[in-house]
């Protein structure tokens, strides 16, 4: 089974704390690997570096090497723009732009000199249709993205990342803002989707990362106590840290 | 401490459980005592008290439905349940196996035995030993414990074979010994199925304890 | 029935305040409303046709305000065009670009006091640098220069705001599809900021519409017949003419220069319900 981000010994550091220690592991190709943990370890914080998105905050360092289909991502040729278009992220709240629908879609696409309407056009379709949302929202593609729903929303959010046609998509606690109708739906999609492309989903939903993972990482103050297929973790755990964490026992 | 209640509801579970071995235990040495005694009283009253074991079995399972229903439980706390559910399941058929030998019992009578029962009460000294040593297993999750019993098995088919071959041997020299011969037979049959099923509670138990679904016999 | 005679007392005290309140407020009405009544007296019968159109004279009823709305509506428009580019430039760099550092700390401190500044000492330094220095003279463009720079602090922290507004969820959502930052500035950044940038540029306008001093020391004519054709033509401005108007000995005079505040005050009026218009009308309200 393939490799697609390793991650070597990485250390990572907001200022002088030390947020992720000594982190080895490996993503497998078009499966879903779930990071569970309690608040604050570091999940969300190694998901962004996944995707170069800790750039953005001042002071941070790194120590170690996430290899992305072999090449190191933070010291190789990799231009963080073009990492950030292999791979996607969708975030805990949608977060349309105040556009329509449709622009929202192609707007990864245009300013990336894809000028063609007939592609665009194409695009749209094929990807609310891939996040089930076309037949809801054919008939408003050039209404505000804001007027749907959050489930839409979020939906939609998904449509815009596949748009670009990741490889990767990282997805963190996709599913907390929303009711659990919407939830089911887009669980149902990530399965649908893990056929072609490789997702990554941090979740506190223990139920969540169980129904849909095939690998899961407990995270605890910025290591990883375990990681293994998901049905390993919940039903025979290791350790008894990661024993006590999902059943409810931490404290 | 997290989830205080679940944790008394996981001990009130052992407990139950424990308290259903326990009883299956008794009703088997009564229904042999009174085998053994020819006591006709006993042996009619043992059906009457299988019921209430059969009755605990149907609460043990709501408790179980209910804690899988609500409580969401992961990792070591479903091997229990699951274990749980199946070990009941077999405390349920040793319990209906002690019936049965109560209903042999009625079936002999007052009749003589046809030979001095030696093996037979031998298999269900086993038997109660390798209940007693389960049930504690089960309560100390000791899967070494659990292991050892299978042992024990061995020797209950080997005394199984033995009361073959006599009752056998007695039919073969006198036909007119066949009813009250094949009865003793059935007998050792089902103290064979006790000894079996109490090994597959101790398979259970390895499971619940280590994850890893392991075949004793 | 001790309790209920505090309560009643209390009462009392706490009506007497609400009156004492509203008192205060009403002064306030009161004395504009007064100054506004004196001026639309005075004012009102001066706003004949020819008014409009006619140059300043020496008469009073030939007096018209022409060249002085001509000239102050040519230096608003250079100096919200020279002020824009470079204010808004700046709140760009400052919210997007500049670390975290003393000298970023020290520039914004710089532009926060700037905005302070007497507009008088404005009128100095434009005399100095653009009048005498670059040898523009007391022209337009020299105008328009000076009363940029007064508003540029202003348009710069007003958009640094707006800028300050646009939630980080939505840069992000940008970043994470692979677009660069100054297309997300462009794309994203700006079109959520634009009404707060642009209000804030026409309300630092029309500050600088009624401002008088700087341009009297930069030498905004005081007494002119034509209307600038050229950057480096000398010019007037509405409060500039008013300023003349009531400094003139002939009583009628005063008149005139009433009928000039109606003008303006209807011109300030204008422009800031465009920017409250359009601060409405484009505030793009986020679902929650």
Redesign the interface.
Known sequence: MGVRIKIENLDFYYGKFKALKNINMNIYDKKITAFIGPSGCGKSTLLRTLNRMNDFVDGVKIDGKVLFDGIDIYNGDLDPVELRRKVGMVFQRPNPFPKTIYENIVFGLKNNGVKDKKILDDVVERTLKGVYLYDEVKNKINKSALDLSGGQQQRLCIARAIAMQPEVILMDEPTSALDPISTAKIEELLLELKKDYTIIIVTHSMQQAARISDYTAFFLSGEVIEFDETSKIFSVPRDKRTEDYITGRFG | ???EG?DKRISGLKDKVFQMGNMVDSLISESMEALLNQDLEAAAQIEKKDDKIDKLEMEIEGECMNLLTLQ????????LIAAALKIITDLERMGDHAVNIAHVTLEIGKEPFIKPLIDIPKMADYCHNMIEESLNAFANADVEKAKKIAEMDEEVDKLSDRVFEDVIDIIAENKGLLKQGSKLLFIARYLERIADHTTNICERIIYMV???YKEIN | MDERKLLKKRKRKDKAFHILIFLCTIFGVVVLALLLIDILKKGIPMLKLSFFTNYPSRVPERSGIYPAVVGSLLMILLTCLIAFPIGVGTAIYLEEYAKDNKFTEFIKVNIANLAGVPSIIYGMLGLAAFVRFMGLGRSLISGSLTMALLILPIIIISSQEALKTVPRSLKEASYALGITKWQTIVQVSLPFALPGILTGTILSASRALGEAAPLIVIGAVTYISFTPKSLTDPFTTLPIQIFNWSKMPKREFQNVAAAGIIVLLIILLAINSIAIILRNKYQIKMKD
């Open positions: 401490m997290l989830r679940f969401q439980p992961l990792a070591g706390d479903l091997r280590t994850g890893v």
